[in-house]
């Protein structure tokens, strides 16, 4: 399928292990989607080149094994700040349009439900283990029956995560604490502190956010342990809020 792509993202042709997109709009955008045939994996060093395109990475694991095929979709839209609502209503629209493309694992980007904006605000929407935005990945997941995941911010306990959260669509629910804030970041959420792989009904995948992947032990510590590596990330945006 055709997929508009940012300024810069020449990696598409790189390996058909790999996807992502780097979209800077949702207006018009669609998930990129690819079918993970069976292949020889490309190393997870290649994506360290990513850093700074603000994208969701998909990545093949273990080095060099041959895998089974995995039908995956990356979705790229920039959400309105605090505007959970909104942010929302567009996820699901993309999310049921991979779904009918054949996903069966379907990736949003890290803060997609509130926006990812420097703010005092920024810690006051995280939410609680009921709270709405993990209603609606519920409800989703099971509606359309795919594995369902991205990050946003958790409350847990005193203390406020970045949290990756996969859905399967029988509820089963996996999270992922940010173990490498940038910098600043760590004005707002807490540090995860251990990897986690999701046995899922996709296979056995792990899970990284953004920044994560600057460090390369956070990747090499689900080497040769997991079917797939999926990241979760977004450039935030500068402004008044």
Same mark, same amino acid.
């Given at each position: 399928?055709?997929?508009?792509?940012?300024?810069?993202?020449?990696?598409?042709? !790189?390996?058909? $292990?790999?996807? +992502?997109?780097?979209?800077?709009?949702?207006?018009?955008?669609?998930?990129?989607?690819?079918?993970?045939?069976?292949?020889?994996? +490309?190393?997870?060093?290649?994506?360290?080149?990513?850093?700074?395109?603000?994208?969701?990475?998909?990545?093949?694991?273990?080095? +060099?094994?041959?895998?089974?095929?995995?039908?995956?979709?990356?979705?790229?839209?920039?959400?309105?700040?605090?505007?959970?609502?909104?942010?929302?209503?567009? $996820?699901?629209?993309?999310?049921?349009?991979?779904?009918?493309?054949?996903?069966?694992?379907? !990736?949003?980007?890290?803060?997609?439900?509130?926006?990812?904006?420097?703010?005092?605000?920024?810690?006051?929407?995280?939410?609680?283990?009921?709270?709405?935005?993990?209603r609606w990945m519920k409800r989703l997941s099971a509606d359309l029956g795919v594995v369902l995941g991205g990050a946003l911010l958790l409350a847990q306990g005193r203390r406020v995560r970045n949290v990756f959260v996969l859905m399967e669509p029988d509820g089963a629910m996996h999270q992922y604490a940010k173990r490498h804030p940038f910098v600043w970041e760590r004005l707002y959420f807490s540090p995860?502190?251990?990897?986690? =792989?999701?046995?899922?009904?996709?296979?056995?995948?792990?899970?990284?956010?953004?920044?994560? =992947?600057?460090? +390369?032990?956070?990747?090499?510590?689900?080497?040769?342990?997991?079917?797939?590596?999926? !990241?979760?990330?977004?450039?935030?945006?500068?402004?008044?809020?």
């Amino acid at each position: 399928m055709p997929v508009r792509v940012g300024a810069g993202c020449t990696w598409e042709r !790189v390996a058909p $292990a790999m996807a +992502w997109n780097c979209g800077r709009s949702a207006r018009g955008y669609k998930p990129l989607l690819r079918q993970a045939a069976p292949t020889i994996s +490309w190393p997870v060093a290649d994506f360290g080149k990513a850093l700074g395109l603000g994208l969701t990475t998909f990545a093949r694991l273990p080095f +060099w094994t041959i895998l089974a095929p995995m039908r995956l979709a990356a979705v790229q839209f920039f959400a309105t700040p605090f505007a959970l609502e909104r942010n929302l209503h567009t $996820a699901e629209r993309l999310v049921r349009d991979a779904a009918e493309q054949g996903a069966a694992v379907v !990736v949003l980007p890290e803060m997609y439900n509130t926006g990812y904006a420097y703010s005092s605000r920024l810690a006051a929407s995280a939410e609680g283990p009921e709270g709405p935005t993990l209603r609606w990945m519920k409800r989703l997941s099971a509606d359309l029956g795919v594995v369902l995941g991205g990050a946003l911010l958790l409350a847990q306990g005193r203390r406020v995560r970045n949290v990756f959260v996969l859905m399967e669509p029988d509820g089963a629910m996996h999270q992922y604490a940010k173990r490498h804030p940038f910098v600043w970041e760590r004005l707002y959420f807490s540090p995860g502190r251990r990897p986690l =792989i999701a046995a899922t009904s996709a296979g056995r995948i792990g899970l990284l956010t953004c920044w994560d =992947i600057a460090h +390369w032990g956070a990747a090499a510590s689900y080497r040769g342990n997991v079917d797939a590596l999926l !990241v979760s990330s977004a450039p935030p945006r500068f402004h008044r809020a």
